[in-house]
């Protein structure tokens, strides 16, 4: 059965003046308007569609690939506001997507760029976008493992970091410190899962080879701490040299490790030095 708000293959069963209709199951007939057919395409070919609801409300395809299909998240322009309705965003379709104004987090204008999921009315069953993001994200703890590579969308800036929307489900943080420069909000990219917290949030990094160094220092210094009584006169203001020749690694690859370590909370800083958390 064809599936609104996703991508479809749906076989064309008929020609008319106003397009094609193609085969949509239980959705029934569904017109490919005219400047959206394929050249060639006739009767019995399967095509590649998008289903969305027009203006009347009636469904219809297009060949159209926009930026983000339900369920996902992307980064949209405002392209105009209604303010009884709310703002409409260019999502790669000639018909721009609604953002209803009680789906905004906060009011946009003209021009602002946003962070949108992008969703099915249960009620109208048409798609719209919204900007509360927490309400259509997973917030119990992930699957992930420790090292595995996601992709990743950069949705907001914190005193920390940036936040990014993990695989279209997750939150996940960005440390400023250990990032080389500034980010910008909406980018895309890749990043590798560094931890899982108990309480369910991720902390991400972009540097895999980063990633596999930090990991196998962490576990050295728990080595360490466990053979000597749960305690080390180490911390992160400790000299160079005396790091170097207890651990063998450089200050900066302690520092990074012990921050990890105190992420999990599985150290803390006391009196000089670091100990095991209870």
């Known amino acids: 059965m064809a599936a609104i708000g996703k991508p479809n293959t749906l076989r064309v069963i008929r020609e008319s003046s106003p397009g094609l209709y193609l085969q949509g199951g239980e959705l029934g007939e569904i017109l490919l308007p005219g400047r959206y057919i394929p050249k060639g395409a006739v009767p019995g070919d ?7 609801r027009d203006s009347e409300d009636r469904l219809v395809a297009t060949t159209e690939t926009p930026h983000a299909v339900v369920g996902q998240f992307a980064f949209l322009k405002v392209v105009s506001v209604n303010a009884q309705i709310g703002a409409f965003l260019d999502w790669g379709l000639s018909k721009d997507l609604l953002l209803p104004i009680v789906e905004q987090a906060r009011r946009v204008r003209v021009g602002d760029w946003v962070v949108a999921c992008v969703l099915l009315d249960s009620k109208t069953g048409r798609i719209v976008a919204t900007t509360r993001l927490n309400r259509h994200l997973d917030l119990e703890t992930p699957a992930y493992v420790e090292g595995q590579k996601v ?3 950069i949705a907001e800036e914190t005193p920390l970091g940036y936040k990014a929307i993990v695989e279209n ?6 440390y400023q410190n250990e990032l080389p420069t500034s980010l910008q909000i909406g980018r895309q990219l890749d990043a590798f899962v560094r931890i899982i917290r108990e309480d ?3 902390d991400l990094t972009l540097n895999e080879s980063g990633y596999r160094r930090v990991a196998p220092l962490t576990e050295k210094i728990m080595d360490a701490l466990k053979a000597n009584g749960g305690r080390l006169e180490f911390d992160d203001k400790s000299a160079p040299d005396a790091i170097h020749d ?4 450089s200050k900066k690859a302690f520092k990074q490790a ?3 370590l105190y992420r999990e909370r599985r150290i803390r800083f006391a009196n000089g030095g670091i100990e095991l958390e209870e």
């Open 46 to 52: 399967d095509l590649d569609v998008f289903i969305y």
């Open 151 to 153: 992709a990743i969308l």
């Open 169 to 174: 489900a997750h939150w996940g943080l960005l």
């Open 200 to 202: 369910g949030k991720i």
């Open 246 to 249: 207890a651990f063998q690694i």
């Open 258 to 260: 012990l921050g990890a």
